[in-house]
């Protein structure tokens, strides 16, 4: 279906109602609109609507079997999706909605078996973005949302990240600048003890432990969630990790960046803060954060990406972080976004 994407520009602080009721009509009449979250934007749909549910994975490319997340605009929400909520799970959203958590619970049966890839749960969350939860109450429908990116691609933090990979084949994209958190939701697995980080992201596991004691942590190694491909989240161009700490990182990506130059590559570096000035200028530098604020570099993770692809840079060697609180889900990403293949 070929339409002309129409982008709106909202300030999340002084929300324009009329263009969030533009936003909810598309959504009731089965169309999809992309919108901000806190982490990433998302391609929204009416989750009760298998129709409109099959339209997101068509303009993904997204494969069936790869379920979706239901956004939901309250708390309480959460009880007509779900077969059963104890109160540990009501501990959890209370401690943690609105916000970048997502929860895998036993799902309610008037869920489209499309939304979870016939899987007998489904996953639920509550963002904190004004602009999702304003579409959301108007919509008055639980909006089943991936990251709005083409399958396999770096998610969008901007509107002009979603243009790159949707445009014209989507409706409305809601602007409301760039996401503050950067990388995606974490989803924990609360269909039986001891609960299970099935994806690090916005929340810690550190944070989780401190409502809900016996978490276990996410193992990269282990596939307990169907979406969790090898390879995802990928730049056009080859992305490198050099490890290390110090001037050794340094010196490894320094190495590998002469290499692949010497190979006649377009190179370009993705350092921490407290490395830019080991490069001086003989390479194109761009720097993610600062490893003293592991949340500036989830924040500009995924954009770096896209701006290296956007210079038809062929390869990123990329620094690394500490695994430790947000550093988990940024490995994660990373290694994901430097992977060969998808098995
Ligand atoms: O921050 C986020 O979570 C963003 C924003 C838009 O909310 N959404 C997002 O959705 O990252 P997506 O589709 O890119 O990733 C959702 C992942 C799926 O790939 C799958 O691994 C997992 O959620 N998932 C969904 N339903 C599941 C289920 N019933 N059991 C296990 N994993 C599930
Ligand atoms: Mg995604």
Redesign the pocket.
């Known amino acids: 279906m070929v339409v002309k994407t129409k982008v709106i520009k909202l300030n999340p602080l002084d929300i324009d109602q009329e263009v969030i009721n533009q936003a909810a009509t598309i959504i009731k009449k089965g169309g999809l609109v992309a919108f901000p979250?806190?982490?990433?934007?998302?391609?929204g749909a009416d989750a009760l609507n298998p129709k409109a549910v099959e339209k997101i994975f068509e303009v993904k490319k997204?494969p069936h079997y790869?379920?979706?997340?239901v956004?939901i605009p309250t708390p309480e929400c959460l009880s007509e999706m779900a077969r059963e909520v104890n109160k540990v799970i009501l501990d959890l959203t209370a401690a943690f909605w609105p916000g970048?958590l997502?929860l895998?619970v036993k799902?309610a049966q008037h869920i489209p078996d499309v939304?979870?890839?016939n899987?007998?749960?489904?996953?639920i969350?509550m963002?904190a973005h004004p602009v999702?939860l304003a579409l959301l109450k108007t919509a008055a429908t639980p909006i089943a949302?991936?990251?709005?990116?083409l399958f396999g691609r770096a998610?969008p933090v901007s509107a002009e990240h979603v243009l790159q990979d949707l445009q014209d084949k989507i409706e409305l994209i809601l602007d409301a600048g760039k996401t503050d958190?950067g990388?995606?939701?974490t989803?924990l697995?609360v269909t039986q003890r001891p609960f299970r980080i099935?994806?690090p992201?916005?929340i810690t596991i550190e944070a989780l432990r401190a409502v809900v004691a016996d978490i276990v942590s996410y193992q990269g190694n282990q596939v307990?969630?169907?979406?969790?491909?090898k390879r995802h989240y990928s730049p056009k161009a080859r992305l490198v990790l050099a490890y290390g700490r110090g001037l050794s990182e340094v010196e490894s990506v320094k190495h590998l960046a002469s290499e692949f130059a010497k190979q006649g590559y377009l190179v370009g570096i993705m350092a921490k803060e407290e490395n830019r000035h080991c490069y001086n200028g003989s390479f194109n530098v761009k720097v993610f954060g600062s490893e003293k604020d592991l949340s500036s570099c989830a924040v500009n993770l995924y954009s770096i990406l896209r701006e290296f692809d956007k210079e038809n840079t062929q390869i990123i060697i990329a620094e690394t972080v500490k695994e430790e609180g947000l550093g988990v889900a940024i490995m994660d990403r990373l290694r994901r976004a430097a992977a060969r293949t998808s098995e």
């Open positions: 979250t806190e982490t990433v934007y998302g391609l997204r790869d379920p979706l997340i956004h970048p997502t895998v799902k939304v979870t890839a899987l007998d749960t489904v996953a969350r963002p999702a949302a991936p990251s709005a990116n998610s958190v990388v995606e939701s989803i697995d099935l994806r992201g916005g307990l969630s169907p979406g969790m491909f």
